[in-house]
Structures are given as structure tokens and as C-alpha cells.
């Protein structure tokens, strides 16, 4: 495990990670129907220079073009694999691309997606394995796995043991952060954090959701010890993103609670 | 991304590829029985000299033995990967070529065809991934898309989210440019333009139609945001080539209707 | 495509390929039952010293071990790939023989099996791109497709627009030259030779017929503006090869009729 | 096979290798709950200070983070490959850690889990092929192989010709040392030691039983010729891991019996 | 074909491999049982010493420890392949030891079983090809052939068309040697070692038989001229190894009748 640091994925050991790569796992007419100028990356650059954004989570295509203008304001968490959802067959995502490709076009870290249960899952760890260890041994660049137990043998994947076993993964097999659904409720929070040992854990934003819903799962998830979320379509599909990015901060970096947010 | 130049793939932005590699996806027979004169490839390097002509796409057989007579008048847009109609099974198109070799032909630019949505996916995307980032990396060539998705979940796919969310798939995995099928109207082309945010997306041609059928196509095409066409048997399977590319050339770099055009 | 020299496949751009990897193939009980000595190889390369044969192909065990005493007077076509016919599924062809290590023995080209229709197609299509970058850009080694479609999508593998087919995808994906088998008629034959452009197309000589139909098909071949013949057991399961190879060296290289050759 | 020496996995020729990688193996939920202070590996560690512990087998995520502060008091014994158990299929264990990683990081030793009668076996072979070969020739570094034949043709997987077989499959391909579950008796033991020639055995420790079980297994173990155990939950789930190495340190390594040891 | 030497496999022409693979292939409670003193390799070894045995065929584990002991009095023939018959499918051996390391332990030749037939076929025999062209070309290393048909699509695995297919596969894709099965009859094993040419055939020793039946059935492969024998269990399970390994020498070195041997 790299620790990590304030130029890389966390600010005061604590993240908020913007996330856009929906246009390539959903598509854009599932996610930004609603929200069409969203479409062009760099509204989300503009919205990831906000103060409490810790960094920005997108594929290669989308960084190569459009990261050279950001890269002063904005910190780079290179996704390196991503599918879409237009076929069938047990959960898999390829490799997009390379460590040394992301290190060369100013990624501060890199992010990995690893579906545990799929019966490809060795085949991801074998991925992850090769991503891992070039960007720790060659680069000193940490890696987030978003660690997603997910395939045939799994019918709830946010159940508590799940979850848990999720943290415990990513820290095994050499992640420095896992991002991981939210299990329900800040005591199964809590025993996924424990499980992660000193490893950083944040959890994952998920479709849109009300303010407050939204603002309380990030709350116990940070009593639950947890170093923050990340998050896409419920910042960037809201009218106002900023707002909520104003209220996250309060939340992740600030100790506020829910209420105390909305007051 | 790439920004493509006058010596690659547009010129003032603007693209009429000319494709010929029927006879190894379709075979002689079924695309070439009308027109036996054009299985001769020096045919096809002639017309694509029409000044209409951005660049010539051919496999590499074709590219090894005829482009070195045209390399001075003929921009050539190397399709590495390709496969016949022959075999049964979900979607793949392996890779003929290799980026350095095309290089090596003198190629200003790169194609790769990626069937999202087959089972295969996974395999086409590392397959791109490898492409993109040689031909980015070493040798500063664009790689143009040829975006369909298309396997056993997919079944239409031409519909307009299909359409949008390839245009989205090409820019988000790191194409320059994608090649996708017309989505039926100017509106569904619009949301697959908006979608690919600052990358050209071009029509591909499809088979024969009528002059007026095809011209309002491109019409369309281009008023949707549109960077142009790739085109193959709508030109060269009809007695006057040179007709059409003129035609083509007044809708695509000239603004032009579709009605003016054929007045 | 590399053109074809005397010293290699080809003279006066025909070619009598004599070939002799049935052993593997079909096996010893099969094909050689009638004509034991032949199993030794030295009496196939002695027979390959006939003024009409232009190379000699074989596979790597046979070459390393007897091409050795006839590298003066036998050109050597490295036949790469092979496979027993004992296992059963889709076709596929191994490479039992790298480029280089024919290189090394002193190939004067090499040939390669790709069976298009197969389920395996893109991976043969993959392996020949190997085969062929290798050999022509390390060794401007010219490469002999045996293009032959078959596999579970293919019933009738000698029709007209099938054994075109094969032609066009030897030229497309990069072949020198093309071994195909007989498609029935001099028009189908001329057909596949025009799917060919400038590549020249042999035709594989098959099993053992009578005199007159194996020299009539010749004939046909060579009117058809086809550039030969491979040949294997049509040769050496005859009491006389010597006899039949007098005979082909006029249907080929001097324009005889198969009557009056027999006359 | 490497002479195992007492700075990497043995004293006197003697091993009591401590083992946790059951986060990723089998979930926290599972084997910690009862324990939960011992997610965190600095509490493995420090147990693995404990005179009576050779080596210490951790996965690639635990070593980087926690064995960097006690590479001077604890042999690290790499555990490269490992899977959950949330997936369904034939057995397979990826390779999560390359040997040079291992390496690098200070390992003294690498543990490789091999499942012989997996339908997936030939290709653990050559996984383990690779590691072997590269511990053994870059790294004079032992390979302790986990040889747990396990699969669709298996059903018991301790039966005495099984676990025979099993040691033996680690001599033939190249362990140093090979460690496999407890046969049932000390007669089996006998013939399991016997088959690995001589290479060093030791016992899996298995799920938590009672002391005098656990102790008595070890000492039939011993007089069966084994080399010692490798255990886990049987230490540290218990209240006092302490006491237990205590009485393991006498049964393998003073020759006491269990009845002794627990008097 | 690299023609064998005294100094490998061979003497005078003629060989006598002792095998010993068999904890791998069958398991130690299968063969070893009736003589469990044989599981220790140096058993074997001192068998090997023999002046009969011209080489000694073991896997890397067996040869690693041992071998350095006996490399003044013993040949080394390195078995690369091998598996457990623990698990179920299409025959396949995977590769256990490279080339490179078999030579840096002072392999004088190379070992690799082929199951033609098998449904995996095509990829055995591009491992062979990796393995027979390092020994050729980097080490001037003989390689011998376990040529044996095997498969989903073979009954009778020992009849003449198939032995003889056998020999002849492993010329023609590069084997220096083959052992093969024993066909049956005097005459089946003249056609097979007709169809290996000039390359030298022996026959494996199989299970053990009757000293008449064993010893007549050499006699007939070297009437057949064949090159001598393989041989593990019918050696090593007998009380006296010296005593078969005497008579065997008279039948293959010094053309012995097995009565005359027997008298």
C-alpha cells in the first residue's frame, strides 16, 4: 500500500473522487438524457475544479483530450478499464488502458474496477496484478480499486459480508483504496472499513437520489471511518452541482452532519 | 484525441473516406459481380484521386502492392483489422496488420472496427486499446472507429441510443474519430454528434441507394454536426464514380442540398 | 504483396509446386499404402529435382533433415503450419514452424493454411499476420496462402463464388500468392483469378485422377489465367512422377493442350 | 529442489509456518468474526515474532503495507497466488504477485497453491512453472507448494493415495517443500512423506479444532517423518495464540508428545 | 533431425531410457506400492547407472536434486510435460520445465509427450514447436517424442495405421526420436518405423509383463528396426532391475533372441 497523499487521490486522508465514465458503462442516452450538456467533458473538468473535489475519475479517451487544459486545477485518477453494458455473459472490463500511457498523460493515480464472484475473477486479478504492480513499482502511483462483487454466484451485492469482503479484497491483493457500494447502514460500514485494516475506504455514489438520502449515506459512512465517496450522477445530474459539491464538502471534510448540511 | 489534419483524414475538418474491403468482408461475388473491373484495386486507387477523396481505406494486401504508386496522391487510411462473412459465432474482427507495419506503408492514418455489445467485446476493446495507443504513442496517426455495435444482445442497431452511445463508446476508449451507421433521421444524428463531444463522427455508406436517397443521407449528416462520410460500394458499385463524389463533394465541403446538388 | 522471382516459387511467373505433407496430414496408411518408398523423403526430393517442379513444400521435420544435401538444386517452401486429421472440431491449423528457424534453413518462402469459414478464422487470420509481417519485412520472404474456406458455415467448399472468395482474402489480408482448389469450370477458375487482381493463383492438385482429367483441369487453370499448379499425390502416387512431370511441364510452361501432351 | 535453510522457512530442518490470507480466501465474515481485532495484520505480525514461527505467509496487499516494520523479526514466506470464494467453477488460483515483486519486497520464501484434479490443472502447472523456475534461478528463493488436489474428478480430497499423490506432485514438478492436508492417520502421513523422497512436509492446520486434536495431529505428523505444520485459523483464532505456539514450539520442534504438552 | 550421439539417448544407434515419471502421470499408490523403496529417486538413479540404460528420462523436481549426483555416470533425458491423471477432459500436457532450464542442469536431450487426436492437438503441437526449436537452435539438444495418439476421436490407440501416423508425426513436425506404443505385431512396427524414415524409433515399455513377453516384444522392434526401448515399470517394479536391464541388454545391443536371453 502507497499512501496516499494530498496531490494524489485524498485531501487530509479524506476523498471526494468525481467520477464520468457513464457515457461508456450506461451510455449516453440512460444517463444524460436529462442533462445533455453534460455530455462534454469539459463541464465535468469545470465541475471537478470545485474545491472539495479531490479528484477526477475518467477513461483515456476523455483524458487525452481534455485533461492537457485541466491539469494544473484538476487531479487526474486515470479509470483504466470500463465495458459497456451492451452485452451478456459473466461481469468482465478490459483494460483500456496502460499504466505506463495514463503516467505519461499526468494521471496522479490510476483506478481499476474488479468484479469479485464473476467467474472471470481470476482473470481480473491477473489484470489488476499487472496494473498494480507497474503502477507501484514504476511509477509510485497509487491505485483505487472499485471493488465490486458482482456475477453468477451472487445474488445481493451489498449485503454486509459482501461489502466486507470487498475492502478485504482490495487491501490483500495490494489495492490503495477501495471503493465499494454502500452496505446499508453505518454498522455494516463500519465492519467494511475494519476489514480494510489502514487502507482507505469510499464509497460509491450510485444513481441519483434525494439530497438528503444522498448527504446521510455520506454521513455514516465518515462515522463509519470511512475516507469519503465517490461519486458521478448525483452531482453531475443535478441543476446544481456545485451546491452539492458545497454540501459534500461540509460532510467529508468538515464533520457536518446531514441535517446540519440541508439547515 | 488526435486532432486530424488536411494530410490525414479532412480537410477543413471535413471527411469523405473511401473504403474498399468488400472483398474480404463480403467476398467478390456478392459485391463485385456488377462491377468486375473494380476487383482490380488500381481502379479504386484512381478514383479515390477524385479531389472529393479525404483518404483511401483497404486492408493491407491491397495497401502493399498498390498504395506505393499513389502515396503522392492519395492519403491512406489503413484498416488493420477485418475478417470474411464466412464463419458463424458472436462478432470479432481480427487484426491484419500491424500498426507499426502500416507505419512502415506510409499510412496517415489508422481504422479499427469494434463490435460493442458482441460477447466478445471485452477482447475487441484490449485488441483497440493496443492499436490506439502504438499508433498514438509512436506515431502520432489517428485511429478512426469503425463503431457497430452489434451480437446476440443487440437487435437493432441502428436505433438512435445504439447510434449515440457508439459515437460516446469511440470517444470515451480514445478513437479520433468514429464511423457509425445512420440512425434513420437528423435528430438521432444530432444526439450521436452531441454525444462524441469535440470528435468527428462520420456516416458510413452502406449499401447501393438511390442518388437522391444517398445525397439526403449526407445532407443530413452534415446539418446533424456531422464531420462527413465513409463511403464504398454507394460510390464505386455505380457506373459514374466520379459523378457521385462530385455530387458528394458539394453536400459535404460545399454546404450544398441535396436537391441543389442533383438540379 | 512481394513479387515472385525464379529463385523462389515461380518461373516466367508460373509455378509447379510439388508438395509432400501428407504424412502429416492424412498419415502414412492413408496416402502412402501404394507407394512405400515414398515415405522417405529423400526419393520426394529427388523428385523435386525435375526441371518443371519450382519449389518443393514440406514440413519442418522433412526439411531440417533432408533439405540440407538439395539446397543447391531444390527451392524450399517452407509449409508452416499442419495438423493430423485424427481430432475433431472446427478447423485450425498450428504453426509447427516459426518464419525465423525457416529462415534459417534456407526457405526460399513459406506457406500457410488458413481455413476462412472456420469458427477459428480470426485466430488463423491472426496467425498468418504473424507469419506474413515477419516474413516479408525481415526476409522479403514471399508467402503461399492455401486458402482453403471449410468449417461448420460451409457445406459445398469448391463453388464459384467460394473458392473466389479464398482468392480475394489471400490478396486482401496479404498473400504472395494463392493455392486454392479447383472450383469445376474454366470460368469459375477465371473468376477467382480476377477476385485475385496481380496476386497469381495455383490450383491444389487433389487426389489421384486419370491422366487426361488431372491435365484437362490443368489446362483449364492456365487458361484461366491461373499460375499453376500444387502438387502432391496427383505426382508421387503414380508408378512414373517423371512421366507426369514431363506432361505438366508443357501444360504449364509451354501452353500445350492436356490432348496434345498426351498424344 | 533447494536445500530450505533456517533464515527462509525451517529450523532445524523444521517449519511451523504461520499462515493469513483468509480475508481473501474466504471472506472476514467467515473466519474473523469471532476475532475481528485480527483484520488488522499488525496483530499477525506481532504473533509471527513468536520464537516457535518460521515464516510468516501473507498475501502481496498485507506484505507492502506491514512488512516493511518486520522484515528483521519475521520471515516473510510470499503468497502468490490466492482467489475468493465467491465465484463458481473448476479450481483455479490466479497469481496475484509476481516472484520479482516478491522479491523485491524482502520475501525469504513464495508459497504457490497448485490444484492437481482441477480440470484447470495443466494450466496451474505452467503458472507454477513460471515461478518456480524464475524463484529458483533469479532468487535461489524455495517454493513451498499448497498441493490440494481438488476438482470435478475428486470427490475426497484426503484419502491416503490422494495426499500421496500430492506430495509427490510437488517433488515431481519442483517444490521444495509441499504442504497438504492430514491425510486421517499417521500410516497415511508415512506414505505421503515417503512419496516426497526427500523433500519436507508439512500439515495444513485446517479449521479451529480442540487443542488436544490439534496437538495430537501435529505429533503424528512428526513421527510420520513430516517437517512440521502450516497454520492459521488453529492460532489465531484462538484467545491466547501465545499459548498454543507454545505447545505447537514442543510437539515439532522438542519432540513432545501432545499428552505432554497439554499436561 | 539432429542425429543422436552416444553422448544422449543413444548408443551404437540404439537406446534404452529408463523412464521414471510415473508419480507424476499415475500417482505413487498406483505404481509404487508393491516397491515403495523405488519412490526415493536415487533408487533410479543407481538403477540408470547400468551400462545398458543410455539415458535417464525424469521430470525437473526428480532431476534438479538428484542429477547433480550422478551427471558423470547417468544421461540426463529432461521430461519437460507431464500431468496427474486426477482430472478429467481432452488429453494435454502441460510444459513444467523450459528448455533453458533443462540445459542449465545439464540435460543431454529433451523429452515431450504429443497426444495427436487429442481435441488440444493443435495446441500441443505448438508447444512442441516452441520446445524442439530452442533445443535446436540454442542448444544443439536432441529432442525425443512421446508420440501418442489420444483423443476423443480415437478408439483403438495401438493399431498400425496409428502407430504408424504416430512415427511419422513426429518426423515431419521435427522429433529427433519417437516412442510409440507397441502395435502389436512385427510387421505393424516395420510399417511404423518405415513411415519415420531415417529417424530412430523405440517402443514404450508400458505395464509390466512376463520376462518372455516383455523380452520378445524388444526382439520384434528390433527385427522391425526399431531403435531400442522406453522403459519404466517393466524395469523398476521387478525384484531384480539389474537382472532385466542384463537380458535387455543382450536383446537390444548384442540381437539376442528372447529365448536365447531367457535360456
Redesign the interface.
Known amino acids: 500500500?502507497i499512501p496516499l497523499t494530498d496531490s494524489q487521490v485524498t485531501r487530509d486522508g479524506k476523498a471526494l473522487i468525481l467520477a464520468m465514465?457513464h457515457?461508456?458503462e450506461h451510455?449516453?442516452?440512460?444517463d444524460?438524457s436529462s442533462v445533455?450538456d453534460t455530455?462534454?467533458?469539459?463541464k465535468i473538468f469545470e465541475t471537478a475544479t470545485h474545491d472539495a473535489v479531490t479528484c477526477l475519475a475518467v477513461?483515456?479517451?476523455?483524458a487525452?483530450?481534455y485533461y492537457p487544459s485541466y491539469d494544473d486545477d484538476v487531479n487526474l485518477l486515470a479509470k483504466l478499464n470500463?465495458?459497456?453494458n451492451?452485452?451478456?455473459?459473466e461481469p468482465?472490463?478490459?483494460?483500456?488502458?496502460?499504466v505506463d500511457?495514463a503516467a505519461?498523460l499526468g494521471a496522479d493515480a490510476v483506478g481499476y474496477t474488479v468484479y469479485?464472484?464473476?467467474?472471470h475473477?481470476?482473470?481480473m486479478?491477473?489484470d489488476?496484478?499487472d496494473v498494480?504492480?507497474r503502477a507501484?513499482?514504476e511509477y509510485d502511483m497509487p491505485v483505487v480499486m472499485w471493488s465490486y462483487?458482482r456475477?453468477?454466484?451472487?445474488k445481493n451485492d451489498t449485503k454486509?459480508?459482501?461489502i466486507?469482503?470487498a475492502t478485504?479484497?482490495?487491501?490483500?491483493?495490494?489495492?490503495d483504496m477501495a471503493k465499494v457500494k454502500y452496505p446499508g447502514s453505518r454498522e455494516s460500514m463500519e465492519?467494511a472499513v475494519?476489514?480494510a485494516?489502514?487502507?482507505p475506504v469510499v464509497m460509491s455514489g450510485g444513481s441519483k437520489t434525494s439530497d438528503y438520502d444522498f448527504l446521510s449515506s455520506v454521513e455514516a459512512v465518515m462515522d463509519a471511518g470511512g475516507a469519503g465517496l465517490a461519486v458521478g450522477r448525483n452531482v453531475w445530474q443535478r441543476d446544481d452541482p456545485e451546491a452539492i459539491l458545497d454540501a459534500l464538502e461540509k460532510v467529508i471534510f468538515e464533520d457536518a452532519t446531514a441535517d446540519e448540511t440541508l439547515e
Open positions: 500500500m465514465d457515457g461508456l451510455g449516453p442516452s440512460a444524460f445533455p455530455l462534454n467533458p469539459e477513461q483515456k479517451g476523455v487525452e483530450t470500463g465495458t459497456s451492451l452485452w451478456m455473459g468482465y472490463s478490459p483494460k483500456n488502458w496502460t500511457y505519461e469479485s464472484g464473476s467467474n475473477e481470476t482473470k486479478y491477473e489488476f496484478r498494480q504492480e507501484h513499482r462483487p456475477g453468477q454466484g451472487l454486509e459480508s459482501t466486507a469482503y478485504r479484497i482490495a487491501l490483500e491483493i495490494g489495492a465492519w475494519k476489514s485494516a489502514d487502507m
